[in-house]
């Protein structure tokens, strides 16, 4: 029993593939006599006809990656957009480079490491950006001996 040019009818009438067309089986004989549009609808209505719902698309991987984002992964150089400095603006970056610089001079005055005109001098030097890094700060107090003797 063909029921091909019933089936694209009813494709056609529910506008969907004719994959997804489903006739029920002891309904069979009534529309084997369909012919025409309306009688395929009447079938549709009476249920003997239906199509499968339309499948959807899952979101299980999308919230796989969403995990792993929150952890802090897939933030590598290839999922970057934008520019260094539209992630982290200069001036926070500056801001961060200077606090750490004035923090680690202040502990090296109140650890009588240097002496207080030295640390002044340090400090216009670190707002001037003169410094690198904090490893730049010890190696020049050391070239330039500036660092206080512990043992008077």
Do not use: C
């Not at 299980?60 to 792993?68: F, N």
């Not at 992964?73 to 001036?91: D, E, Y």
């Amino acid at each position: 029993m063909k029921l091909n040019n019933q089936k694209r009818i009813a494709a056609d009438v529910l506008k969907k593939g004719i994959k997804k067309i489903k006739f029920k089986t002891d309904r069979l004989s009534d529309i084997k006599e369909a012919i025409t549009r309306t009688d395929i609808r009447a079938l549709i209505i009476d249920n003997a006809i239906s199509a499968d719902p339309k499948r959807g698309i899952s979101r299980s991987r999308a919230r796989k990656t969403l995990v792993q984002k929150r952890k802090g992964r897939r933030a590598g150089s290839g999922s970057r957009k934008g520019v260094k400095t539209s992630r982290l603006p200069k001036k926070q970056n500056w801001m961060n480079h200077v606090r750490k610089q004035r923090e680690f001079i202040k502990e090296l005055r109140d650890k009588k490491l240097i002496s207080t005109l030295v640390y002044r001098n340090m400090y216009s030097k670190v707002k001037g950006g003169f410094f690198r890094s904090k490893n730049h700060i010890k190696i020049y107090l050391t070239e330039n001996r500036l660092f206080e003797d512990v043992k008077k």
